[in-house]
């Protein structure tokens, strides 16, 4: 019998020509370089805010965290849906892909620029602590830069995943996180206070983004001939990516959004430094919000390909997101005992909102369950309304109850409201207690009022 035996040096020679090519990654590699990516991007951000707790006064990662919040919401409203948009508009655009990422980059940072004033003028008026802190000239120039380069990185990542060179976004998670994290160690030395300012934080940050944008750039040039990072304007290309990444945004957005006007509203009604404790315990309750919003992803691909599937599909996602997000939350709640008040004395109050939150993955389970549904049945108006409802009405109970009980309140509050939200996903997906059902029974009808994706 003869047994053929692979070729591992020449099969990393050809991958590592291929890499330095031009040509696209096999999709295997691109899969695999895309959740490192993610991963990096993830542990780098968690070790920066860990880092700034243990160098820096609660009341200046309250500032900071509570800035990054915002940046992120005017990233997220910025992007317009481009980023979606960016995939299926290269194929069709292949010989002008150069010039529709420059026109589609163009938009997301002008748009963030605007949204970026628009806050700066939201905080100055209405905010206290937050208007304190952009009223500095050298904090307003540092989130107005921030504002315009986070949804540009954001783009850029997106625009290599579509070319197939997901390798680009790998490498720039990385270099942007080392990069962070060694600006907080070099800045908090170079500070003449004891503790780390908000500034120094929030540059760190913003020099980190910069950094991604310079080298994506880089990268974008290599790939498509002729690309240079330069305004640029093309009516069709924006008209074209709007249409198509619009419906999407608004139940993203819709989805996303409150969670980061949280942080802001811990700010402003209690302090900067409940701010800090609050945002450091939503940051380690999002580790097990990974399990249902990457198993929603799984499915959204699936049924989308095999809309035949969808019953089946969707009841093996909700078990894989129970079966690991359930032992994880209680892994974490245990955990958040003894490792907050490693960061300091003033964490210990973020234990309990932790331990609230990391059951959330129960109801959140149910609710990426029924969004993959929506998205893959074109039905994106009515996912896009329950979750805005759902978002103002949490952030109205936040209030109330931070102002009553503190950051359990809050963390209670937002609970609350995820569970009422999950069991409308669960009777919209209509699934007995027992979650078995008929696989031939499609879950969602898609509606023709809305406008294909």
Same mark, same amino acid.
């Given at each position: 019998?003869?047994?053929?035996?692979?070729?591992?040096?020449?099969?990393?020679?050809?991958?590592?020509?291929?890499?330095?090519?031009?040509?696209?990654?096999?999709?295997?590699?691109?899969? &695999?370089?895309?959740?490192?990516?993610?991963?990096?991007?993830?542990?780098?951000?968690?070790?920066?805010?860990?880092?700034?707790?243990?160098?820096?006064?609660?009341?200046?990662?309250? =500032?900071?965290?509570?800035?990054?919040?915002? *940046?992120?919401?005017? %990233?997220?409203?910025?992007?317009?849906? $481009?980023?979606?948009?960016?995939?299926?508009?290269?194929?069709?655009?292949?010989?002008?892909?150069?010039?529709?990422?420059?026109?589609?980059?163009?938009?997301?940072?002008?748009?963030?620029?605007?949204?970026?004033?628009?806050?700066?003028?939201?905080?100055?008026?209405?905010?206290?602590?937050?208007?304190?802190?952009?009223?500095?000239?050298?904090?307003?120039? +540092?989130?107005? +830069?921030?504002?315009?380069?986070?949804?540009?990185?954001?783009?850029?990542?997106?625009?290599?995943? &579509? $070319?197939?060179?997901?390798?680009?976004?790998?490498?720039?998670?990385?270099?942007?996180?080392?990069?962070?994290?060694?600006?907080?160690?070099?800045?908090? $030395?170079?500070?003449?206070?004891?503790?780390?300012?908000?500034?120094?934080?929030?540059?760190?940050?913003?020099?980190?983004?910069?950094?991604? !944008?310079?080298?994506?750039?880089?990268?974008?040039?290599?790939?498509?001939?002729?690309?240079?990072?330069?305004?640029?304007?093309?009516?069709?290309?924006? !008209?074209?990516?709007?249409?198509?990444?619009?419906?999407?945004?608004?139940?993203?957005?819709?989805? /996303?959004?409150?969670?980061?006007? $949280?942080?802001?509203? +811990?700010?402003?009604?209690?302090?900067?430094?409940?701010?800090?404790?609050?945002?450091?315990?939503?940051?380690? *309750?999002? =580790?097990?919000?990974?399990?249902?919003?990457?198993?929603?992803?799984?499915?959204?691909?699936?049924?989308?390909?095999?809309?035949?599937?969808?019953? &089946?599909?969707?009841?093996?996602? /909700?078990?894989?997101?129970?079966?690991?997000?359930?032992?994880?939350? +209680? !892994?974490?709640?245990?955990?958040?005992?003894?490792?907050?008040?490693?960061?300091?004395?003033?964490?210990?109050?973020?234990?309990?909102?932790?331990?609230?939150?990391?059951?959330?993955?129960?109801?959140?389970?149910? /609710?990426?369950?029924? #969004?993959?549904?929506?998205?893959?049945?074109?039905?994106?108006?009515?996912? &896009?309304?329950? !979750?805005?409802?759902?978002?103002?009405?949490?952030?109205?109970?936040?209030?109330?109850?931070?102002?009553?009980?503190?950051?359990?309140?809050? %963390? @209670? *509050?937002?609970?609350?409201?995820?569970?009422?939200?999950?069991?409308?996903?669960?009777?919209?997906?209509?699934?007995?207690?027992? @979650?078995?059902?008929?696989?031939? #029974?499609?879950?969602?009808?898609?509606?023709?009022?809305?406008?294909?994706?």
């Amino acid at each position: 019998m003869i047994v053929r035996t692979f070729n591992w040096n020449a099969a990393v020679r050809d991958l590592f020509r291929q890499w330095r090519s031009r040509a696209p990654l096999p999709m295997p590699v691109n899969s &695999a370089a895309i959740m490192l990516s993610v991963v990096a991007a993830g542990a780098f951000g968690q070790v920066t805010w860990l880092l700034a707790a243990r160098l820096s006064a609660p009341h200046e990662v309250g =500032i900071a965290s509570a800035y990054m919040s915002a *940046a992120q919401l005017c %990233a997220q409203l910025s992007l317009l849906g $481009l980023g979606s948009a960016v995939f299926v508009l290269l194929p069709r655009h292949s010989e002008d892909g150069a010039a529709l990422i420059r026109t589609l980059l163009s938009t997301v940072a002008s748009g963030g620029l605007l949204a970026g004033l628009v806050y700066v003028a939201i905080a100055v008026t209405s905010l206290h602590e937050l208007g304190s802190f952009v009223a500095d000239p050298h904090a307003l120039a +540092v989130v107005l +830069v921030q504002a315009t380069v986070l949804p540009a990185a954001l783009l850029l990542d997106q625009s290599a995943v &579509a $070319l197939r060179r997901a390798d680009g976004v790998l490498i720039r998670s990385i270099v942007s996180g080392v990069t962070r994290v060694c600006l907080v160690i070099g800045l908090w $030395l170079l500070a003449t206070t004891t503790a780390l300012p908000a500034l120094f934080i929030t540059l760190a940050w913003v020099v980190s983004t910069v950094l991604a !944008c310079m080298m994506g750039n880089s990268q974008l040039n290599h790939i498509l001939r002729g690309f240079t990072l330069r305004p640029s304007f093309h009516k069709e290309f924006v !008209c074209k990516g709007l249409r198509i990444g619009l419906p999407n945004h608004f139940v993203s957005l819709a989805m /996303i959004g409150p969670g980061l006007i $949280l942080s802001i509203l +811990v700010t402003e009604l209690l302090s900067a430094s409940s701010n800090a404790y609050w945002y450091i315990a939503w940051m380690l *309750a999002g =580790i097990v919000f990974v399990v249902p919003s990457s198993n929603g992803l799984a499915l959204f691909a699936e049924i989308a390909n095999h809309p035949e599937r969808t019953r &089946a599909a969707s009841l093996q996602s /909700i078990r894989s997101s129970l079966l690991f997000g359930l032992p994880l939350a +209680v !892994c974490l709640g245990l955990a958040a005992g003894w490792g907050l008040p490693f960061l300091g004395e003033g964490y210990v109050a973020g234990v309990t909102p932790v331990r609230i939150m990391v059951f959330g993955v129960l109801p959140m389970t149910f /609710i990426e369950t029924y #969004v993959a549904n929506c998205r893959a049945a074109h039905n994106l108006r009515e996912p &896009a309304l329950v !979750c805005f409802l759902s978002g103002v009405v949490m952030l109205g109970a936040a209030a109330v109850g931070g102002v009553t009980f503190g950051l359990n309140g809050v %963390a @209670l *509050a937002w609970l609350g409201a995820e569970c009422v939200l999950g069991l409308w996903a669960a009777w919209r997906l209509r699934l007995p207690a027992s @979650l078995r059902y008929e696989p031939q #029974v499609r879950v969602l009808e898609p509606s023709q009022n809305w406008p294909q994706d």
